[in-house]
């Protein structure tokens, strides 16, 4: 199976997670491509068989406008997008809290309850990435 991560990260913790989620899957022999959101060439959404979103939070809750851009190029909402992001709970406590996964995992009306990590993944999420991914290749090889 062909999978994308595309992701937005300015400080790092995000593309930490996006890391942890390639290492994952291509231990379960999943194909992995990675797309660096603002910065990476266009992608063709239809090549994959499951999409990963990647997302920090920040403004309120919001999410950044280089994720708004990406949601806009890929035009439509592919039903099978799983959506991860950091966040800092200083930030407005648990209700802000990686708003911009909210956002986008009800958005595209994901099949998965988006991923919410607290700053780096290092240390104890690490285990939180894996359960998760997990979650999203069982249904992936049920549906295969
Ligand atoms: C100005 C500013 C506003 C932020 N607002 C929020 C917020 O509303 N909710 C949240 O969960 N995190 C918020 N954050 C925390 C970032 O989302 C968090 O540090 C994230 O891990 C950064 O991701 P990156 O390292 O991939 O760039 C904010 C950070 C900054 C600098």
Redesign the pocket.
Known sequence: MRTLIAYL???????EVADLIKTKLKENNMQVDLHRIGIDAPIDPEKYDYLFIGT??????RTPDEVKDFILEVGYKPDNIAVFG????Q??GDE????AVDKLTSFYHSNWNGLKIE?SPRGSQERLVDEWVEGVLQDAKIYA
């Open positions: 990260s300015y400080s790092g913790n995000t593309e920090f939070t920040w403004d309120q809750g950091t966040g800092d709970t930030f407005g802000l809290f990686c708003g700053q």
